[in-house]
């Protein structure tokens, strides 16, 4: 059993100043902290593309790795649209996004923060249709209304950044600047300009909601380079802390911490106590935690029951 909890890793100079909090608000899971064996991971975010909770998904449950010409975010293509019937086919997506000028180039919303309709996806996917012809492309809707699959022209293979990461960053940082993408760009623009005034987004600016004015292209991987997802542990995941988290409000999120931890004490302390693994994601940092006998031992020796801040506030 794995438990797999992103956004339970702040920053390690916010994690230092949080210590003392999580030893008032949840001292059962400090307990069991200071029992269990850590393997921390950085990750490079430029490097693999993607958000740590992608990376750790696409690496540590589906065992992707990416061939000479990919980088990890390539995985996302066929881990959300798996095309079985052609295993060894790039598989490209293409996501519905909103993008607006921001202080430092220009912000990203993902679909999930845009609530896209089935009805508005089909809408918008008529008047796209064309445009990709156009240029090259082919277009077929996916499994998610926020997001359609597209066949590239020959030769071409863009690298692939996921759409959640540059949210979390801005668009102009990822953006590609190079010769190749030149034909893409022209697409995108051409799309942009087609759905300024699309009724989809008419009705959308009328209620209050942010258009869908774009889209992100990523993905390339095969189908064939993911192990099937019954091949792995079974894994459990808890979102609670993601939203303070990213809102850096740390007194929700403590207060979300704090809710949850019976929950994780009932399941880590359960019949199988020593195959249960805890996986705390943060921005770019992942520690997978496993009780460990020799570790318990070593936790009642002195000054030995907080050696679990050494992973939890590097800086500490």
Avoid at 169 to 191: F, H, I, K
Avoid at 197 to 203: I, K, M, R, S, Y
Wanted: charged share 15%.
């Amino acid at each position: 059993m794995q438990i797999v909890i992103p956004g339970a890793l702040p920053a390690t100079s916010t994690a230092q100043s949080l210590i003392p909090y999580l030893a008032q608000r949840t001292p059962k899971l400090i307990q069991w902290f200071a029992r269990s064996h850590a393997r921390a991971e950085q990750v490079n975010l430029l490097t693999v593309a993607c958000t740590a909770t992608e990376y750790w998904t696409l690496s540590h449950t589906r065992a992707f790795k990416p061939s000479a010409n990919q980088n990890v975010s390539s995985g996302l293509g066929p881990f959300l649209e798996p095309d079985n019937e052609q295993p060894d086919t790039p598989v490209w997506v293409v996501e519905l996004v909103h993008v607006s000028p921001s202080q430092n180039g220009a912000a990203l919303l993902t679909a999930n923060q845009l609530e896209i309709s089935q009805q508005e996806s089909v809408s918008l996917f008529e008047s796209a249709r064309g445009v990709f012809l156009h240029y090259g492309y082919e277009l077929r809707p996916g499994r998610h209304p926020a997001r359609w699959i597209v066949t590239l022209p020959d030769g071409l293979y863009p690298a692939s950044v996921s759409p959640a990461l540059v949210a979390n960053t801005n668009v102009n940082e990822w953006w590609p600047q190079d010769t190749a993408s030149r034909p893409w760009r022209q697409l995108v623009n051409e799309l942009q300009m087609t759905w300024y005034d699309h009724p989809v987004n008419l009705a959308r600016n009328a209620q209050g909601q942010a258009a869908i004015n774009s889209i992100w292209l990523y993905g390339g991987a095969t189908t064939s380079q993911l192990n099937s997802v019954h091949n792995g542990p079974a894994t459990q995941w808890h979102h609670d802390l993601l939203e303070p988290f990213q809102a850096e409000d740390w007194g929700q999120w403590l207060e979300r911490l704090q809710h949850l931890e019976p929950t994780l004490i009932e399941a880590l302390n359960g019949r199988d106590t020593l195959k249960a693994e805890l996986v705390l994601i943060g921005e770019d940092r992942v520690v997978t935690l496993q009780p460990s006998a020799l570790t318990r031992l070593r936790a009642r020796l002195p000054g030995q029951a907080t050696h679990w801040r050494n992973w939890w506030s590097p800086l500490n």
